[in-house]
């Protein structure tokens, strides 16, 4: 299995981007996909979540309503939209996929190599 995120790049404050992570090597809807984020000096946390369908899934408070996750199994492809960004949300985003709706990373298995977001003032 592989995960390739992409997308990432650096905007203004409030502004949007959208976070786009191709799956292959394996059975896509066999997985749920989680995307997390890691800042410098920090740990790698949860930001959003689906399930193998796109019927559940799963958000941290600080990202409810501002982000979506949503998937397209046809393209073995999850997508992340992120709106109203903050200085906050400046990290490495990284997708995976695991064989359970988890919200820690130790539930996935496959990692995608990451892409950087950047906010700025």
């Known amino acids: 299995v592989q995960l390739q995120a992409s997308g990432g790049g650096l905007v203004q404050a409030g502004g949007s981007l959208r976070l786009s992570c191709a799956f292959s090597g394996g059975r896509f809807s066999n997985f749920a996909i989680g995307w997390f984020r890691q800042a410098p000096g920090k740990g790698r946390d949860i930001v959003a979540a689906?399930?193998?369908?796109?019927?559940?899934?799963h958000y941290p408070d600080s990202m409810k309503g501002r982000f979506t996750i949503s998937r397209d199994n046809a393209k073995s492809t999850v997508s992340l939209q992120m709106n109203s960004l903050k200085l906050e949300d400046t990290a490495v985003y990284y997708c995976?996929?695991?064989?359970?709706?988890?919200?820690?990373?130790?539930?996935?298995?496959?990692w995608g190599q990451g892409t950087q977001v950047t906010v700025s003032s």
């Open positions: 689906i399930n193998w369908n796109g019927a559940r899934t």
């Open positions: 995976a996929a695991g064989y359970g709706l988890g919200f820690t990373d130790d539930t996935y298995t496959h």
